[in-house]
């Protein structure tokens, strides 16, 4: 197969019949002829882009690894993933790191899989090796991460190593949460108010002035990771109008749940920043409307079933998996709110892919791009249940769900790795780094 046909095509912000060819696993035209596969109408959008995920891989690769979550993704109709700095040992902070990485996701992919690197006290000399050897940009934790080998930096320490990430336009990506307005979590442990209100709204938005400082004085392009905060967008969206370099994202758990009505016990919807009430997830909407986000990503963290701690949420770890759910869930929620896929085409793969600097290749359908899609029925019905998922653990806070949105086939270079009948189709995934050139296999 190198063509399909739909009357549901998404290019350049909307929608279409169209036809797209490939040839050597890149698009090379557009067109209204007749295809190899005709897909009626089903909806043909680019492959979506995660830039969000941990794959734990090595060190915790029982808590997840690279062939089970790339299997994920495939199956969500995700082409390619950014993995995240941490929770691997030894976390991606020097290039020893990123070559172990390296080598532990070889030969297990099925999607494409790029790396970003991660600043902790002490590391910042490593910055411009770690830019030479690829990554996508740097991570860091205002606030404790949850594991003891990457540990929170502050501001001060940041202004003495953002240069090389300045001169070459290379993100810095912060968990927003200020440490000195988290709270010890008071009250029953079984309740999720428990630990909603021990980190508070204001611990995020005085955490993301902070960063739009940074930004201001030293000039760095910076991104808030997985915003919770409602508050949150509005300063995003002031630091934007003075012209400063700040993105955000948030997550499908912040856009679906309803913080305040978590079933006690429920530690699968366990996450930092937490899952706020109906009137943060409102407003979250209302940055993705006004463009202040500017992505839905999964921040997929998974754990094994008993570091969940079931019923305790002040010991549960805090991580939500749902790499392969991104694109039903978000649907499921946008639909109802008068979206579009062409918004989801924006949000889930365009966005993501600008951030890690993979854009001239991925995130869109045009001539000279790989032939990366995600065929889907936006009316197709999917029936969450935990243990048919790909993941490792079958541990995520939408099982038992209905969604929107079945993915059908996943395309990555122009070839399938995933169809509805027939499930992922492993192996096919390659390496990528971030270059002065912005892309490269290797």
């Not at 060190?59 to 690894?65: A, S, V």
Request: glycine share 12%.
């Amino acid at each position: 197969m190198n063509s399909v046909r739909s009357r549901r095509v998404i290019l350049d912000g909307g929608s279409r019949p169209a036809t797209v060819r490939w040839s050597d696993g890149v698009i090379t035209s557009i067109d209204d002829g007749p295809a190899d596969r005709e897909l009626g109408d089903l909806v043909v959008m680019a492959g979506l882009v995660d830039s969000h995920v941990h794959v734990n891989e090595p060190g915790r690769t029982d808590w997840e690894g690279f062939s089970t979550a790339t299997a994920a993704a495939a199956a969500g109709g995700t082409t390619t993933i950014a993995d995240m700095p941490l929770n691997s040992i030894p976390p991606t902070v020097d290039p020893y790191a990123l070559r172990v990485k390296r080598a532990a996701a070889d030969g297990k992919l099925s999607v494409d899989t790029a790396f970003w690197g991660g600043i902790i006290p002490g590391s910042g000399g490593h910055v411009p090796t770690l830019i030479e050897g690829g990554v996508c940009g740097f991570k860091v934790f205002l606030s404790d991460s949850g594991v003891p080998e990457f540990p929170p930096i502050t501001i001060e320490e940041l202004r003495e190593v953002v240069g090389p990430l300045v001169e070459q336009g290379i993100p810095l990506l912060v968990h927003a949460e200020d440490p000195d307005l988290l709270l010890p979590p008071v009250g029953d442990p079984a309740s999720h108010l428990t630990h909603l209100r021990s980190r508070s709204p204001n611990a995020e938005e005085t955490a993301i002035r902070t960063v739009v400082e940074l930004t201001r004085v030293s000039g760095v392009r910076t991104h808030i990771l997985h915003l919770a905060a409602g508050g949150g967008v509005d300063i995003v969206a002031a630091a934007r109008e003075t012209g400063l370099p700040v993105t955000a994202e948030t997550c499908p758990h912040y856009l679906y749940f309803d913080g305040e009505g978590v079933p006690d016990g429920a530690t699968e919807h366990k996450c930092a920043p937490p899952i706020r009430g109906r009137d943060h997830a409102d407003a979250l909407w209302g940055g993705l409307d006004s463009g202040a986000v500017d992505m839905v990503v999964s921040d997929h963290s998974p754990a094994p079933a008993d570091l969940k701690t079931p019923g305790d949420f002040v010991a549960a770890w805090g991580g939500i998996s749902s790499l392969q759910l991104r694109l039903p869930v978000t649907w499921t929620e946008a639909r109802r709110r008068g979206h579009g896929p062409a918004d989801l085409a924006s949000w889930l793969a365009q966005a993501p892919a600008v951030l890690a600097g993979l854009d001239d290749r991925k995130g869109a359908i045009r001539e000279g791009v790989d032939a990366d899609l995600v065929v889907w029925d936006p009316d197709g019905i999917v029936e969450v249940r935990a243990e048919g998922l790909e993941h490792r653990h079958p541990v995520t806070p939408y099982d038992g769900h209905t969604l929107y949105g079945r993915v059908e086939h996943t395309i990555l270079r122009g070839e399938t790795v995933y169809t509805s009948q027939e499930g992922v189709i492993p192996g096919l995934g390659h390496l990528l780094a971030r270059t002065p050139q912005r892309y490269k296999i290797s």
